[in-house]
Antibody, heavy 118, light 108 residues
Framework: QVQLQESGPGLVKPSGTLSLTCTVS?????????WSWLRQTPEKGLEWIGE???????NYNPSLKSRVTIVIDKSKNQFSLRLTSVTAADTALYYC???????????WGQGILVTVSS | EPVMTQSPATLSVSPGERVTLSCRAS??????LAWYQQKRGQAPRLLIY???TRATGIPARFSGSGSGTEFSLTISSLQSEDFAVYYC??????????FGQGTKLEIK
């Protein structure tokens, strides 16, 4: 079955750029699926960041849209998140997940903690 | 975007009890609602989608009900492994998909 695994730096400096990659195994990333990024904090709970389709088409959370880019690399079976101008408020556990056709998420990656600090 | 409100925030229950968790949407989300279970240190796990359909491998003691703005997740007889945090999520009006703040089930 499909499995997802996040990777990337666990520490990012304020005003810097957060970059994470999600590697998909057990299935082709180009198989008519959307792929999402979400994050979780004690203060705001679970927050959807955005999603990308195999064609490169994207949807983003309006609250983050100006700072977010999600790209897909079908040759590596990966998709990536880029979040610019980060602050302490972007410190979170970041998850990648597959949104099934209607919009619920299954499966999820194990998550990666990213801390924004100097 | 629909705001999802879960109640209560914490519920203290004993193993074997029946428990019902509530999720309310600020506007109708039809039946486009999912429930997740999250245990400490783990990612959320899909339990229920389309308000009432159990995900693959989810025990029959979990059931979902509701439509429109009022939803419930019922666990018919709590097992020790069910003590966790439960989240609802709407996928009717997006972007963005939105989640409730969660209900924590703790052992009484």
């Amino acid at each position: 079955q499909v499995q997802l695994q996040e990777s990337g730096p666990g520490l990012v400096k304020p005003s810097g750029t957060l970059s994470l990659t999600c590697t998909v195994s057990g299935g082709a990333i180009g198989s008519r699926n959307w792929w999402s990024w979400l994050r979780q904090t004690p203060e705001k709970g679970l927050e959807w960041i955005g999603e990308i389709y195999q064609t490169g088409s994207t949807n983003y959370n309006p609250s983050l849209k100006s700072r977010v880019t999600i790209v897909i690399d079908k040759s590596k079976n990966q998709f990536s998140l880029r979040l610019t101008s980060v602050t302490a408020a972007d410190t979170a556990l970041y998850y990648c997940a597959r949104p099934l056709p209607s919009g619920y998420f299954d499966p999820w990656g194990q998550g990666i903690l990213v801390t924004v600090s100097s | 975007e629909p705001v999802m409100t879960q109640s209560p925030a914490t519920l203290s229950v004993s193993p074997g009890e029946r428990v019902t968790l509530s999720c309310r949407a600020s506007q109708s989300v039809n039946s486009n609602l999912a429930w997740y279970q999250q245990k400490r240190g783990q990612a959320p796990r899909l339990l229920i989608y389309d308000a009432t359909t159990r995900a693959t491998g989810i025990p029959a003691r979990f059931s979902g009900s509701g439509s429109g703005t009022e939803f419930s997740l019922t666990i018919s007889s709590l097992q020790s492994e069910d003590f966790a945090v439960y989240y609802c999520q709407q996928y009717n009006n997006w972007p963005p998909y939105t989640f409730g703040q969660g209900t924590k089930l703790e052992i009484k």
